[in-house]
């Protein structure tokens, strides 16, 4: 199974700020013959299930503020989310769809400083 | 809109069985794979089985359900069910349905049910 480690487990962001996760992977998700990352960001908030933010590691579902911006290839990915706002509180996960089963990584919970 | 509804959880001993239930609204059923996933109660998310959208009935499940745990549908019911037997108390957790946005039965998944919780204590 692929492992996925996000780091830091917990950030305390100001508000208007940036934050930064990250995401790495045991084993590449880059699919060479596609040229695509199988990897998915998810954010999730008290009470409510996981809502997805990106998928192919940079594409930004509709409906999701261009403040969010996912990066990365290969085994390391990052989530960006510039000019922090109070309602950005929440965790946030990795997925990978590289390979079966589909894992994540632990989360990383964000709060304002 | 689209909307997944979970039910069916609740507390159970040791051993017995469940089965959960998801309805789904506002999209054709029956052309998108669906899953099921669990968030545990220190919060990690584990996938846990996958469904193809048409008669074929593919299917997959993670090693640790395998033999106790079983997804299937109905698509005349728009509904996503996932029988649990032989349940264990490490199978304490929010039970949740997801659609399938890939489209090659391992994607990401959106949206998501609201959850429902099991709990396995005797």
């Known amino acids: 199974d692929i492992v996925m480690t996000q780091s830091p487990d917990s950030l305390a962001v100001s508000l208007g700020e940036r934050a930064t996760f990250n995401c790495k992977s045991s084993?590449?998700?880059?699919?060479?013959?596609?040229?695509?990352?199988?990897l998915a960001w998810y954010q999730q908030k008290p009470g409510q299930p996981p809502k997805l933010l990106i998928y192919?590691?940079?594409t930004r579902e509709s409906g999701v503020p261009d403040r969010f911006r996912g990066s990365g290839s290969g085994t390391d990915f990052t989530l960006t989310i510039s000019r922090l706002q109070a309602e950005d509180v929440a965790v946030y996960y990795c997925q990978q769809y590289y390979s079966s089963p589909q894992t994540f990584g632990q989360g990383t919970k964000l709060e304002i400083k | 809109q689209v909307q997944l509804v979970e039910s069916g959880g609740g507390v159970v001993q040791p051993g017995r069985s469940l089965r959960l239930s998801c309805a789904a609204s506002g999209f054709t059923f029956s052309t998108y794979a669906m899953h099921w996933i669990r968030q545990t109660p220190g919060k990690r998310l584990e996938w846990l089985a996958v469904?193809?959208?048409?008669?074929?009935?593919?299917?997959d499940h993670i090693d640790s359900v395998k033999g106790r745990f079983t997804i299937s549908r109905d698509n005349s019911k728009n509904t996503l069910y996932l029988q649990m037997n032989s349940l264990r108390t490490e199978d304490t957790a929010v039970y949740f349905c997801?659609?399938?946005?890939?489209?090659?039965?391992?994607?990401?998944?959106?949206?998501w049910g609201q959850g429902t919780l099991v709990t396995v204590s005797s």
């Open positions: 469904i193809s959208g048409n008669s074929e009935f593919y299917t």
């Open positions: 997801a659609r399938d946005r890939g489209g090659s039965y391992r994607g990401w998944f959106d949206p």
């Open positions: 192919w590691a940079s």
């Open positions: 084993q590449s998700v880059l699919y060479s013959s596609n040229n695509k990352n199988y």
